[in-house]
């Protein structure tokens, strides 16, 4: 992948360096000889701890190589660490040495607001059958020009059962004790939204994000499902019902992507819901059957921020065709927005990627794309990729 967007050779090589001593013993003990993961990662489909992310060019830019991971250990999902956190903690606590402007204050303070600091709670859970389950990842960005930046999450417990009903006011309580004596702007219009809207009403939590840097100037992801697909409920959501300032060209140019990517008419209707079936060339695909239809937004709602800002992926692990069809129909997209540069070298990294199955064989290399307007310049859009790690037809032969 680095190789595919332009790094140089000296950039190439710190990557794999970092990669290989700070990442690779982290991602859990090897799968069983048919693939099958011994901790089921929730990031991607099949059970692995990795997921990449392609942050596309600018018409004079280059692109950008990041991906989210899960630090996975011997006792993950054990009685000992029903949580899976000892691995992140233990990450935590070293990778400053070579990070040493990384700060994990606003980590530490939702690690122990959000969490039971009694692991015999949790350990009770899986005694009673609930399934092990990720609550914790992380993400790092090998930016080509400044420090290599390190990224949080925290998933929404219980996402095998539908989530916990409880997940939104635990995480808003903690939220609001980062700033108590503060005004937090950005959160109140958030709430209001989730409120009052018809579209925001039906939105569920399922991630929380945050920047490993000084609080001053890291953002606040809040990352929800809507189960509606229509533009209509995009447009709703992307201006939160007005709140946010978004040029009617960025939403036009919003919904040209959708379309495109999904090979859907330009002229689809923007009242009319998107259905899997219209989408998928009438393919069906059985390991995605079982995931829940509809599209993810984040709202960045940092303390320091006067209106969230929005960004809408979408969800191509459970709409659209084949994955070749998808990188062809991004391709064009892009190659008619001058985008194109890269193009190439993207089909050709997604090419080596999936030599167990074939791209046009198969879905769900490509989990989601998405797209975040822009106040100013072009908008920033990303491919994030599954690289089936523990696909079967991996290991088929072995």
Known sequence: MIDAAGYSIEKQYEVLLFHYHWIVPRLGPAPKPDGTPVFKSLIAYDGSPLEYSWKWNTTVGEPDIRYSWEAIGKDSGTASDPLNHDPTLDYMDKVTQVLPATDYSW??????????????????????????????????????????????YFLARKLFMGGDPNTLQEWDDAIVKLTPSEGHPGRDALMHFMTTSPEGKLMKPN????DNIDSSKSRLKMYFTSTHTSFKSVREIMTMGGICDIAEDSLQDLRSMITAVLGLPADFPEEEEISVEATTGGNTWKDFETLCEGFIYFFDIAPLNGKPEVKFYLTTRKYGADDLTIARNLMAWMYAHGRGTYCDG????????????????????????????????????????????????RYAGI
């Open 107 to 152: 980590f530490r303070h939702f690690l122990a607001e959000v969490y039971n600091p009694d692991r015999e709670f949790y350990a009770k859970e899986l005694e009673a059958g609930e399934p092990p389950a990720t609550t914790l990842m992380h993400a790092i960005e090998y930016n080509k020009k400044a420090d290599f930046g390190l990224k949080s």
């Open 207 to 210: 991630v929380m994000g945050i």
């Open 346 to 393: 993207y089909l050709g990294m997604l090419e080596r990627l999936s030599e167990h199955r074939g791209l046009e064989n198969g879905k769900g290399m490509h989990a989601y794309i998405s797209y975040q307007c822009a106040q100013k310049g072009e908008p920033d859009i990303k491919s994030y990729i599954s690289p089936e790690l523990y696909h079967k037809a």
